[in-house]
């Protein structure tokens, strides 16, 4: 299952992450307290997560979403 967080802090990353954007989790956990997201670089690293909010999309989005994010691989 894809999961989704979105960006509430940017500080120090203001070039690599986007306040407010929405982000697929590509790996969860790898390390305590961070998660690994395809940032704006359109490469992935990992990000603390006090930088993100978990979030829920409505299932129209989610399906939107999960199909461009997959598309692109």
Do not use: H, T
Not at 7 to 29: D, G, Q, R, T
């Amino acid at each position: 299952m894809l999961k989704f967080l979105i960006c509430v802090k940017n500080k120090n990353y203001e070039a690599s992450l986007e306040k407010w954007k929405i982000y697929p989790v590509v790996k969860e956990e790898e390390m305590e307290g961070y998660v690994r997201i395809i940032d704006e670089s359109g490469e992935d690293y990992l990000y603390s997560k006090e930088y993100f909010l978990p979030i829920e999309l409505p299932a129209i989005v989610s399906e939107k979403v999960k199909k461009e994010y997959l598309d692109q691989e």
